[in-house]
Structures are given as structure tokens and as C-alpha cells.
């Protein structure tokens, strides 16, 4: 009871951690003009990353590498099949050309490259500060880039997406926000590998399985919150940019960084390289046709994105 208690608490500082993180700095970024497309890529992206962030920098701390590798696949296949299915049935989401040509085809790239780091059983330190030196270029060059954009298109975003903090908000107070939200997610995710790791000892579940299930779930809930909330709001170009942001900066920031500071990187379990890193690339690819029939995620195709989600998980649980 008590660590049933203890997990829902942390899930709960996630929550609220992220909710505070990604308001603070995407009023940040509406006070600068960026677009909408551009702050779920970026801001909005790193904000719901930073609880898997968080939990895999301590299961490494903590020794539990499997439940940080676990949580990284598992998110982005979480994300792409749960979050990006569930916000389509609240609205069809539209597509911008931008992320067809760019943030897509680098999605599908970056999952590549983690499964081809992976292929000899280890993400070495190298490798893993190579993923973290792509991702700083990507977002580097997305906001100057972003800050080219036409003024007009600079205010009109922010005069769409900032009213509230223009009425009585500031910059001081946005970045309490952020500040406080980033505490949060910190001490709820050293609080869940906690937990995550003992029910693991005690049900004799393996710290790869818990990773890909209970604690990504746990860390995607402020990706689950933000793009079911920007699709029913009707900014559904937030909902795909914070999906496909999200998987960017799992890759590039959560692994990448805990690979790069673990001693001797980061080892890969048999199970996660034979089926897991397959299904996360396959779920990278399935975007390509989803996204380019009519620049659109209709109904019809989140219902077969969370079908997918649904047997994969039936599959890990029946097997685990």
C-alpha cells in the first residue's frame, strides 16, 4: 500500500511539474513570437522530455540502467502510438509540410542511429555525446530559423497564444514557473525509479519491462496532457510538434546525456534490442504514411495507432 501510495504521489509531482514547466516556458517563448509548430518542437518538447530526463539520469545513478534504456523506447513508442492516437480521436490533427520535410524524416533517422548504437549490446559514452551534439545543432538552427519568420506571423502567434500572461502575468513569473516545474519533475522521477525498482524486485519483473510500461507511462503523462489538451484547444500543431519534439529529445537529450556520463555507457538488454528498438524504428516509419495522406492524423488512423499500442503492450505483459 505505502508504495502504491508513493507511486501515485510521483506521478503526480510529474504531472504537476510538467504542467508548470511547459506553461512557463511556452509563454516564454509566445512572449519572443516563435511559431506554434517550433514550441512543440522545441520548448514544449524538452519540457514533457524532462521527466524522462530525470528518471533516466537516476536509474543510472542508481545502477538501474535497464529502466532508463526501457524508459526511452518505451516513451517514444508510447508517444507515437498512445499520445498522437488519442489526440487524433479528440481531433484530426493537421500536418505542416515543415515537419514532413525535416522533423519527420529525422525522427525515423535518429531512431535508426539508436538502433544501430545499440546493435552491439551497448550505447558507448561517444556514441551517446554524439546523440546530444546532433540534438543542441537541430534545436540551435529550428529557433534562429524561427526567428527569421516574418513578423507578422511572430505577432500574430503571440497575440493568439499569450492573452493571459499579457492580462496579468510576467517574464519573472514564467520563469518561477519553469523553475519550479523542472524541481518537480526532478524529485518525482527519482521517487519512481524508486518505487519502479522495488515493485520490479518484488514481482519479479524485469527493470527492462517496468521501463518500457509503468514508468514510461508515468513519464509521458505531460506529453499525454499537453497534445490531447492543444488538440481539443484546436492548436493541433503543437499536438504533432510536442510528439515528434518528444522523441527527438528522448533520443538526443535523455539517452544521449546518460550515455555520455555513465562510465561505461549505457548496456542494452537482448530482449529491448530483439523486439523493443524494432518496434520503436517501425513506429517512427508508420508516421510517414499516416502524415503524408492528406497532411492530416485522421480518426480512423489513431484508432490504428492506439489498436498497435494496445498489442504491444498486450504482447510485453503476456511475455514479461
Known sequence: MYDALFLILSLGLLVGGGELLVGGASRLAARIGISPLVVGLTVVAFGTSAPELGVALSSVYKGAVDIGIGNVVGSNIFNILFIMGAAALVAPLSVESRLIRVELPLMVGASAVMWWFASDGKIGRIEGGSLFVMLVLYVTICIRVARREPKE?????????????????????????????????????????????????????????????????????????????????????????????????????????????????????????????????????????VFLTGKKVSRLEGSILLGLMAGYWGWLIANG
Not at 509503468?214 to 489538451?229: D, K, M, Q, R
Not at 555513465?262 to 529491448?272: I, K
Request: aromatic fraction near 6%.
Open 153 to 289: 506571423k511572430q505577432r500574430e502567434y503571440s497575440e493568439r497564444h499569450e492573452p493571459e500572461s499579457r492580462r496579468g502575468g510576467s517574464i519573472a513569473l514564467d520563469l518561477l514557473a519553469f523553475v519550479v516545474g523542472l524541481a518537480l519533475l526532478v524529485l518525482g522521477s527519482n521517487w519512481l525509479v524508486e518505487v519502479a525498482v522495488k515493485l520490479a524486485s518484488q514481482f519479479g519483473v524485469s527493470d527492462s519491462i517496468i521501463g518500457l510500461t509503468i514508468v514510461a507511462l508515468g513519464t509521458s503523462l505531460p506529453e499525454v496532457v499537453t497534445s490531447v489538451v492543444a488538440s481539443y484547444r484546436g492548436h493541433r500543431d503543437i499536438a504533432v510538434g510536442n510528439v515528434v519534439g518528444s522523441n527527438l529529445f528522448n533520443i538526443g537529450s535523455v539517452l544521449g546525456l546518460c550515455s555520455a556520463v555513465s562510465p561505461d555507457g549505457l548496456p542494452v538488454a537482448s530482449s529491448v534490442l530483439s523486439l523493443d528498438l524494432p518496434v520503436m524504428f517501425g513506429a517512427a516509419v508508420i508516421c510517414l504514411p
